[in-house]
Nanobody
């Protein structure tokens, strides 16, 4: 699975920004798709995932009720709409194919796209 993210940028506190990720590969429709992020000096963290059909969605508590993930399987694209942005949302956002890893009790991914910078200014 190959993943190409786009849509990052600079936005003011309280603003909105949308990210897109184009996926390619024979079996992309078989995978969950989603997002992680990494802020300066911090570890990469899970943000959101959407399952193959779009019927199951998981958000990190820190973004719940502010971010919306969606998926268009016809276009092999996953989207992340980010509203009410906060300075702590500033990070490099990575498109990925998340799965829950019971060994680490957290989400992980075997596939990663390029990162796209999101900066929220106060």
């Amino acid at each position: 699975v190959q993943l190409q993210a786009s849509g990052g940028g600079l936005v003011q506190v309280g603003g909105s920004l949308g990210l897109s990720c184009a996926a390619s590969g024979r079996t992309v429709s078989s995978y969950n798709l989603g997002w992680f992020r990494q802020a300066p000096g911090k570890e990469r963290e899970f943000v959101a995932l959407i399952n193959r059909s779009g019927g199951s969605i998981v958000y990190a508590d820190s973004v719940k009720d502010r971010f919306t993930i969606s998926r268009d399987n016809a276009k092999n694209t996953v989207y992340l709409q980010m509203n009410s942005l906060k300075p702590e949302d500033t990070a490099v956002y990575y498109c990925a194919a998340p799965h829950y890893d019971s060994r680490i009790q957290n989400f992980a991914s075997n596939y990663w796209g390029n990162g796209t910078q999101v900066t929220v200014s106060s």
